[in-house]
């Protein structure tokens, strides 16, 4: 379905009648970021909006005036322990990743659950995404509660779009191959991971009869889902659901009041714009090994790089003068002082890289970030993405000496930025969801 233009999702404030909502943002910062803006949003409309986000990110929430509830789960610790680092390791072959997943929900997704019930007892609204979908229905439909989706990735639904297809057999094109791929394997990916302790949860917890995955799906079929990409990355498919709306990317711009450290600031002015190397919450079994490869390619592309040390721990070794360790910046400030940035391809560091407007080298660790980066290649804003179990120096130097001196590949970023800056994607997807609201049904 063709979006509709932007003035139709607005709304006027007198119309709006304020309720209780509760966002669930279980994962890594890249997930709770752009929730984090949505509920800003929403509560600047005069809404009462609580979050639900591992322990790692209570406070980051409290700072921007949501209300936290920190979920028992320390994603952090998830991700540095053997789980986490079996999924990285197997994050490219979807299979096994799946195997590994399934095994994480099983020991940890009921406690998970019952931290989302804590805190949506008296929620009006419950806002979920990918990592809650299937038990925020389960919740809704006990509270008789409304239930939004608000995925950073394109719908697990069925359709001939290569390009809107999480794992497309033909990313490139329109074809029927997707679609039955779609319905084949995408569309029942989140029941087969925790539908059976979802039914468990309906059981225990809220005191609900089993649900099928047919039952599931035809409520999911009814419930409004707000997108928070553009489409401009992922053109929305003419034979999505009618219930499915892209609005655009969510940013927090928190960057206003960040104090950029002076060795920063010095290395930045001392020489030519840098390359951006990080991959945030990815960890990995060896991080001296990943940090020699690292700083071989950047020798061989003969480039100055901040290299960011994130929860992988980059950087234990003696550094050439060339390369800039760094905790950590808010990307917003960070990446439009870049040539190029390197980078997992989580949703929200991809965002930010769009908007910034440099040449992007993606390396999926797993998950939605392969699709991420073969967007990108696809839209010419960067190199072809190299999986993180086959990185060497050789490929890493190639593709940055690709995306720094290309100079069609940095005006088509460049493009592509203009376009995503000019979006309201949080206006929009407040418009969507206070009209969806507003409904009787």
């Not at 990355?233 to 960057?255: K, Q, R």
């Not at 400030?333 to 908007?355: D, I, K, N, Q």
């Amino acid at each position: 379905m063709p979006e509709p233009a932007a003035a139709s999702w607005r709304i006027s404030m007198s119309s709006v009648e304020h309720v209780k909502i509760t966002i669930l943002a279980f994962g890594t910062r890249g997930d709770v970021q752009p929730a984090l803006a949505l509920g800003k949003a929403l509560k600047a409309r005069g809404h009462r909006v609580r979050m639900v986000a591992s322990v790692n990110f209570a406070s980051f929430i409290e700072r921007h005036g949501l209300e936290a509830v920190a979920a028992k789960g320390d994603i952090r610790a998830l991700m540095m322990g053997e789980g986490g680092h079996e999924w990285i390791e197997h994050g490219n072959n979807p299979i096994r990743q799946m195997r590994v997943v399934k095994r994480l929900v099983d020991q940890d997704g009921l406690a998970m659950m019952r931290d989302a019930w804590a805190a949506c007892e008296d929620a009006e609204v419950v806002l979920s995404s990918f990592t809650s979908d299937v038990f925020a229905a389960s919740i809704a439909e006990k509270l008789h509660a409304k239930h939004i989706s608000i995925p950073l990735q394109p719908a697990l639904v069925a359709t001939r779009s290569g390009a809107a297809t999480l794992l497309a057999p033909l990313p490139d094109r329109v074809s029927l191959v997707n679609y039955l791929f779609g319905r084949w394997l995408i569309e029942s990916f989140g029941w087969r991971l925790m539908g059976a302790i979802n039914n468990r949860f309906r059981r225990e917890t809220l005191r609900l009869p089993p649900q099928t995955y047919q039952e599931y799906r035809r409520r999911w079929r009814r419930i409004l889902v707000v997108q928070g990409f553009s489409a401009h990355v992922v053109p929305h498919p003419g034979d999505w659901p009618a219930n499915i709306h892209t609005a655009g990317y969510w940013f927090l711009d928190d960057d206003r009041e960040w104090q950029a450290p002076q060795g920063l600031l010095d290395f930045l002015n001392s020489g030519d714009p840098p390359v951006y190397i990080g991959f945030g919450s990815m960890t990995g079994r060896d991080p001296r090994a990943l940090t020699g490869i690292i700083v071989n390619a950047v020798a061989q592309c003969r480039q100055r790089a901040i290299l960011q040390s994130g929860w992988a721990g980059l950087g234990g070794m003696r550094l050439p003068s060339s390369i800039f360790l760094l905790d950590a910046a808010p990307h917003s400030w960070l990446f439009p002082r870049m040539s190029a940035v390197v980078h997992h391809g989580g949703a929200g560091t991809t965002a930010e890289g769009l908007r910034a407007g440099v040449p992007a080298v993606i390396v999926p660790h797993l998950a939605d970030q392969p699709f991420w980066g073969s967007r990108i290649a696809a839209l010419g804003a960067g190199p072809r993405p190299i999986p993180r179990n086959k990185l060497t120096h050789e490929k890493l130097a190639s593709a940055i000496c690709q995306a720094t001196g290309d100079p069609g590949m940095r005006e088509r970023a460049a493009e592509l930025a203009a376009k995503v800056r000019a979006e309201d994607g949080i206006g929009m997807a407040v418009g969507m969801i206070e009209k969806y609201l507003n409904r009787g049904d």
